[in-house]
């Protein structure tokens, strides 16, 4: 599976940006998808993920009420709405795909996968 995630950029604070993940090879349908970030100088973080057929999501306490994860499995694609974005939501953003076979809060060590980041940049 190879992830392309996209979207990124410069925003003002409270501004909106919507990130994208789009995979080829096989279907995404039998993956667990997350998006991760990772600002300069800090580790990796989880900020949300979604079951096979989005019927569960969970999301970091940080970002909970402001971004939603969605899937279209018929287009491969995963997604990341952003709103009311922060300053400290500055970071690399990376997609992931695991092949977990458990519903529950995706972790680093679970992801078969990882995509190219993508740069969001919140300005105060």
């Known amino acids: 599976v190879q992830l392309q995630a996209s979207g990124g950029g410069l925003v003002q604070a409270g501004g909106s940006l919507r990130l994208s993940c789009a995979a080829s090879?096989?279907?995404?349908?039998?993956?667990?998808m997350g998006w991760f970030r990772q600002a300069p100088g800090k580790e990796r973080e989880r900020v949300a993920d979604i079951s096979w057929r989005s019927s569960r999501t969970h999301y970091a306490d940080s970002v909970k009420g402001r971004f939603t994860i969605s899937r279209d499995n018929a287009k491969n694609t995963v997604y990341l709405q952003m709103n009311n974005l922060k300053a400290d939501d500055t970071a690399l953003y990376y997609c992931?795909?695991?092949?977990?076979?458990?519903?529950?809060?995706?972790?680093?060590?679970?992801?078969?996968?990882w995509g190219k980041g993508t740069l969001v940049t919140v300005s105060s």
């Open positions: 992931a795909a695991a092949s977990m076979r458990r519903v529950g809060v995706m972790s680093p060590g679970d992801v078969d996968y």
């Open positions: 090879g096989p279907t995404l349908s039998s993956y667990y």
